[in-house]
Nanobody, 117 residues
Framework: VQLQAFGGGLVQAGGYWRLSCAASGGIFSVYLMGWYRQAPGKQRELVAAIPNGSGTNYADSVKGRFTISRDNAKNTVYLQMNSLKPEDTAVYYC????????????WGKGTLVTVSS
């Protein structure tokens, strides 16, 4: 499966922004979708994840501010980011984790989100 993330940009602290990640070449519904980010000098970390079903998972640092959602009809996963902080500045990556065999992970190219103070 190929992943293409959209929506990186520059936003002021306290503002909101939305990222999208479109998947192609696979059956979208069998993938657990996630957003990760990597800030300069730091390791890549999980931001949010959503299975094909109920339940979502968020990093403590974004709980209550970020919302992950998916539209299986459009093969797209979204990350709505509210109350942005400068520390949210990072390259954001989309990941598709296949949940049926053969198990495999796919990564999209990152998109940079810069939050100015």
């Amino acid at each position: 499966v190929q992943l293409q993330a959209f929506g990186g940009g520059l936003v002021q602290a306290g503002g909101y922004w939305r990222l999208s990640c479109a998947a192609s070449g696979g059956i979208f519904s069998v993938y657990l979708m996630g957003w990760y980010r990597q800030a300069p000098g730091k390791q890549r970390e999980l931001v949010a994840a959503i299975p094909n079903g109920s339940g979502t998972n968020y990093a403590d640092s974004v709980k209550g501010r970020f919302t992950i959602s998916r539209d299986n009809a459009k093969n797209t996963v979204y990350l709505q980011m509210n109350s942005l902080k400068p520390e949210d500045t990072a390259v954001y990556y989309c990941k598709a984790q296949r949940t049926v065999r053969p198990l495999q992970d796919y990564w999209g190219k990152g998109t940079l989100v810069t939050v100015s103070s």
